[in-house]
Antibody
Framework: EVQLVESGGGLIQPGGSLRLSCAAS????????MTWVRQAPGKGLEWVSV???????YYVDSVKGRFTISRDNSKNTLYLQMNSLRAEDTAIYYC????????????????WGQGTLVTVSS | DIQMTQSPSSVSASVGDTVTITCRAS??????LAWYQQRPGRAPKLLIY???SLQSGVPSRFSGGGSGTDFTLTISSLQPEDFATYYC??????????FGGGTRVEIK
């Protein structure tokens, strides 16, 4: 059974750093695209970052230069290092597995974790 | 960036009703569109991918359609557990991915 479990969220002051973890089971993280999606309180979903199988990484413009996505293959775990945090980064952060369905199907998030709440406030 | 616009933003319906949600892309995305359901306090759940393909385990009362810029999600015979928020998501501009603003389906 595929399972994703996030951890590492909490209350942090503006300008601070936090590292989120996403422990995966039932599949191998290094063999799939993996992504982070966030949801501000009472708002919609926002894609944050993705890591390719080959290791390439991409980010939404609002977090470029501040957030870093990575993985530890030995622990089958995905990470999101968040630096220089701002109030607008306050959100529930979800990790998800990305599946590529092929040229006629595109990419979609087929498994999600339960999310971890990050609150940036003084 | 490709913008995704959902309508309506909310809809009130009764158990047994049929509800249709629309998602419009700012440019053509072929059929690279997925739909997700999010119940309150829960993580999103994949319902449909490739515009019309039903994810394994999802009830057949959910159906999707469309291509290019205009897409629909239809829920037939609404059940109590279907009252939730629904999001569309495009992947034509992968790795940059965008979601629609969401449609809340409420109990009338």
């Amino acid at each position: 059974e595929v399972q994703l479990v996030e951890s590492g969220g909490g209350l942090i002051q503006p300008g601070g750093s936090l590292r989120l973890s996403c422990a995966a089971s039932g599949f191998i993280v290094r063999n799939d695209y993996m992504t982070w999606v966030r949801q501000a309180p009472g708002k919609g979903l926002e894609w944050v970052s993705v890591i390719y199988v080959a290791g390439s990484t991409y980010y939404v413009d609002s977090v470029k230069g501040r957030f870093t996505i990575s993985r530890d293959n030995s622990k089958n775990t995905l990470y999101l290092q968040m630096n220089s945090l701002r109030a607008e980064d306050t959100a529930i952060y979800y990790c998800a597995r990305v599946t590529y369905g092929g040229v006629t199907r595109g990419y979609y998030f087929d498994y999600w974790g339960q999310g971890t709440l990050v609150t940036v406030s003084s | 960036d490709i913008q995704m616009t959902q309508s309506p933003s909310s809809v009130s319906a009764s158990v047994g009703d049929t509800v249709t949600i629309t998602c419009r892309a700012s440019q053509g995305i072929t059929t690279w569109l997925a739909w997700y359901q999010q119940r309150p306090g829960r993580a999103p759940k994949l319902l449909i991918y490739a515009a019309s393909s039903l994810q394994s385990g999802v009830p057949s009362r959910f159906s999707g359609g469309g291509s290019g810029t205009d897409f629909t999600l239809t829920i037939s015979s609404l059940q109590p557990e279907d009252f939730a928020t629904y999001y569309c998501q495009q992947s034509d501009s992968f790795p940059s991915l965008t979601f629609g603003g969401g449609t809340r389906v409420e109990i009338k």
